[in-house]
Structures are given as C-alpha cells and as structure tokens.
C-alpha cells in the first residue's frame, strides 16, 4: 500500500492581502456596510440647510493589520444634533443609522 502525503504552503502575503488589504474581500464587505451607514444615516439627519446631511461620509482606515471603515461628518456642530444640549433635544442619526446595520438581530454579522 503507497503512502499518501499532503503538503501545504501557506501564502502569509496572500492571507494579508485578503484580510486587511485595500481591495480584498474584507475591504469590499467594510466598504458595502459603511455606504449603508452613511445611507440611513442621510435619512435620518434632521435638515435645515442641508448642510449635515450632505457631509456625511466614510472613509477606509488602518491601525496595524486592523482595516476599519469610520463613518462620521466634520462639521463642528454635529455632535450638538446627534446627542443633543442642555438647550436643544437630542436627534440621533449616525447611532441609529450604525444600530439599523449592524443590529444583532440580522445575521449577516
């Protein structure tokens, strides 16, 4: 009876390229959730000038081998809208927007 052998070579470049590369197939998944994010999230942005709700946008990011998508507005009073003052009601968008994508009871996560 012959002997059977089974070799493997793992591609540690390869490995990282899918799991924390700029086009791997993770990126593309963080990529699809944050448009959604930003979507809902545009939905719900209570609108005066418009100007909250056009700002919103994500970006790709990396801390080590970690890839993160980080959606968020630069403008200054955002945060005011969001979780509200001692003058002015909280109007969520962005919590809600993240809580409707990612909600633990999808299973797509």
Do not use: C
């Not at 924390?20 to 939905?43: D, E, M, R, T, Y």
């Not at 002015?88 to 809600?96: C, D, E, F, G, S």
């Amino acid at each position: 009876m012959a002997d059977v052998v089974v070799e493997f070579r793992i591609d540690s470049a390869a490995i990282a390229e899918i799991l924390a590369g700029p086009s791997g197939p993770v990126a593309q998944a963080l990529a699809v959730v944050a448009q959604q994010i930003v979507n809902i999230a545009k939905s719900l942005t209570p609108v005066d000038t418009g100007r909250l709700r056009s700002s919103i946008t994500w970006q790709m990011g990396r801390a080590g081998d970690v890839l993160f998508a980080e959606v968020g507005t630069n403008v200054e009073y955002a945060p005011h809208v969001e979780f509200g003052t001692r003058w002015m009601a909280a109007q969520p968008y962005l919590v809600p927007a993240l809580l409707r994508v990612v909600s633990p009871t999808t299973n797509d996560f």
